[in-house]
Nanobody
Framework: QVQLVESGGGLVQAGSSLRLSCVAS????????VTWFRQAPGKEREFVAT????????YYDDSVKCRFTASRDSAKNTVYLQMDNLRHEETAVYYC???????????????????WGEGTQVTDAS
């Protein structure tokens, strides 16, 4: 079974940047995509960004376009999320999730993903 571990979260001032990492370990099957979600207290988990492994194509929620960048390093089994100009309302637990079975009805929804990390906390220090 694949295990995903997120890291890189912490206390950060609004307007600053963080780079999150999602490292996969264990035996892996064909990965279709890795997606970042976040969940703020009292709110539903929401889509942030995704990267397709076949061609490294990325898609972003409108709220983070031009500020966040998803990327990957296959040699390190790692997917990254570079977050620039963070906003106060983006305080949340950030999760990565892996899809191995290919297409799902809606990749923006958290259902249907095969593996999840336990999350890393990003908190506004302002």
């Amino acid at each position: 079974q694949v295990q995903l571990v997120e890291s890189g979260g912490g206390l950060v001032q609004a307007g600053s940047s963080l780079r999150l990492s999602c490292v996969a370990s264990g035996r892996t099957s064909r990965t279709y995509a890795v997606t970042w979600f976040r969940q703020a207290p009292g709110k539903e988990r929401e889509f942030v960004a995704t990267i397709r492994f076949s061609n490294d194509q990325t898609y972003y929620d409108d709220s983070v376009k031009c500020r966040f960048t998803a990327s990957r390093d296959s040699a390190k089994n790692t997917v990254y999320l570079q977050m620039d100009n963070l906003r106060h309302e983006e305080t949340a637990v950030y999760y990565c999730a892996e899809l191995v079975d290919g297409q799902v009805p809606d990749y923006r929804q958290n259902g249907g993903y095969d593996y999840w990390g336990e999350g890393t906390q990003v908190t506004d220090a302002s």
